[in-house]
C-alpha cells in the first residue's frame, strides 16, 4: 500500500509570492492535517480537512489556508511568502473511525521551503 | 493550554546501552499520546499510540508505556539504526473527532558503535 505522498518536495520562493504544496493520503484515508516543522518551534498543527471540510485550524495568520478534494487529496496555500515561512511543511492522512487504529496519523516525508 | 516535553533534548549510548526517554504532558481529557521516530530530512515514522494509563506497548526494542501524567519510551540494547529523534505527540478533546496533535520538542538519540 502507497504511503502518504507529498510534491513538491523541495521549494525555493522569494518573498511575497505565494505557494500551493499538495498531499495524496494514503488510499481509504479521509482525513488529511497539515503541520509546519522549523528548528525554534517544532512541529505545530495548521489545520486539518475532512469529506472536504476544514475541521479544525491551528494558531496560524489568515495567509495560511488549504482546501480537500472529493477524492481526499488535500492542499495548502501560503500568500504573501515571509521569511519566516521557511519550514519542511508536513501532512498526515487518518483513517478515521471507531477503533483505535482508525486514529493513527501517518506522515509524509513534507515539502521544504525555502523563502529567499 | 495543552503542553507536551520531552526529556532529555539530547542523549548519546553506547551500542546495547539500555536506557528510557520521557514524555510529560497537561493535557485535559488526552484522547491518545503518540510516539514517532524521525530520521533528518523525512517526515516522523509512526511508532505507537497509547490511550490509557497502565497500557504498554513494544515493537523490536522499543517498549512505551503510559501514565497519568507521563509516558515513557524503553529503548533496550540499541544499535546505531536506532539513532534519530523521537517525538512524543498528545491528542486532546477536540469537537467533531478532530486530528489534531500537540507535539513536544523531541529527544535526540544517538547510538555509538
Known amino acids: 500500500k502507497a504511503g502518504v505522498t507529498q510534491t513538491p518536495r523541495y521549494l525555493i520562493k522569494t518573498r511575497g509570492q505565494q505557494v500551493t504544496l499538495s498531499c495524496s493520503p494514503i488510499?481509504?484515508?479521509?482525513?488529511v492535517s497539515w503541520y509546519q516543522q522549523t528548528p525554534g518551534q517544532g512541529l505545530q498543527f495548521l489545520f486539518e480537512?475532512?469529506?472536504?471540510?476544514?475541521?479544525n485550524k491551528g494558531n496560524f495568520p489568515g495567509r495560511f489556508s488549504g482546501r480537500q478534494f472529493s477524492n481526499s487529496r488535500s492542499e495548502m496555500n501560503v500568500s504573501t511568502l515571509e521569511l519566516g515561512d521557511s519550514a519542511l511543511y508536513l501532512c498526515?492522512?487518518?483513517?478515521?473511525?471507531?477503533?483505535?487504529?482508525?486514529?493513527?496519523?501517518?506522515f509524509g516525508p513534507g515539502t521544504r521551503l525555502t523563502v529567499l | 493550554e495543552d503542553q507536551v516535553t520531552q526529556s532529555p533534548e539530547a542523549l548519546r549510548l553506547q551500542e546495547g546501552e539500555s536506557s528510557s526517554l520521557n514524555c510529560s504532558y497537561t493535557v485535559s481529557g488526552l484522547r491518545g499520546l503518540f510516539w514517532y521516530r524521525q530520521d533528518p530530512g523525512k517526515g516522523p515514522e509512526f511508532l505507537f499510540t497509547?490511550?490509557?494509563a497502565g497500557e504498554e506497548k513494544e515493537k523490536e526494542r522499543l517498549k512505551a508505556t503510559l501514565t497519568k501524567k507521563e509516558s515513557f519510551l524503553h529503548i533496550t540494547a540499541p544499535k546505531p539504526e536506532d539513532s534519530a529523534t523521537y517525538l512524543c505527540a498528545v491528542q486532546p478533546p477536540l469537537i467533531q473527532g478532530a486530528q489534531k496533535l500537540v507535539f513536544g520538542q523531541g529527544t535526540r538519540l544517538t547510538i555509538n558503535p
Open positions: 497509547l490511550y490509557s
Open positions: 480537512y475532512f469529506s472536504e471540510t476544514q475541521r
Open positions: 498526515a492522512s487518518t483513517l478515521v473511525g471507531q477503533g483505535a487504529s482508525y486514529n493513527e496519523q501517518f
Open positions: 488510499s481509504g484515508h479521509r482525513s
